[in-house]
């Protein structure tokens, strides 16, 4: 008898109360998700374009350090672009959604310290996957100074 006197009071979850909840838990995981895998492709565009900054100050280095022009080849809708020393790939995603720049571009870098841009100038590095992820690289002629617009 006392046992049934604790449980008296006690009442549990109705099965619309449960459903509920799992449904709004539901909602919220698809909108945090969508949001998440909006970061992931932001952070893939900025990973590549900081990485192909990278690899035109160091051809600018090695131009004025060498004394010997150095040139960067890109591609359009292709990720891999070439130096004058290797080619790099500015993703290495297999599913087949590229970062890639835009249009071709060759730029080549003197042991002046100046460069010629044939092409795109500023280079748009963009997702494949997603148009609205992009970022500017402009390339100074004049003083090689490489500037990544937002």
Do not use: C
């Amino acid at each position: 008898m006392i046992r049934r006197e604790a449980w008296n009071g006690e009442h549990g979850f109705t099965i619309i109360e449960v459903l509920t909840t799992i449904i709004l838990m539901g909602i919220v995981l698809a909108i945090a998700s969508s949001t998440w895998f909006e970061v992931i492709e932001s952070r893939r565009v900025d990973s590549a374009t900081n990485q192909l900054v990278s690899d035109l100050r160091l051809a600018h280095s090695k131009a004025t350090n060498r004394l010997l022009p150095q040139t960067v080849e890109l591609s359009a809708d292709n990720s891999e672009y070439v130096t004058s020393t290797n080619t790099r790939d500015l993703d290495d995603d297999p599913a087949g959604d590229r970062v890639s720049p835009e249009e071709d571009s060759t730029i080549v870098f003197g042991s002046d310290g100046g460069a010629q841009v044939t092409g795109a100038n500023p280079i748009r590095v963009q997702s494949t996957n997603d148009t609205n992820e992009f970022h500017l690289i402009d390339v100074n002629t004049v003083t090689s100074k490489i500037e990544i617009d937002p």
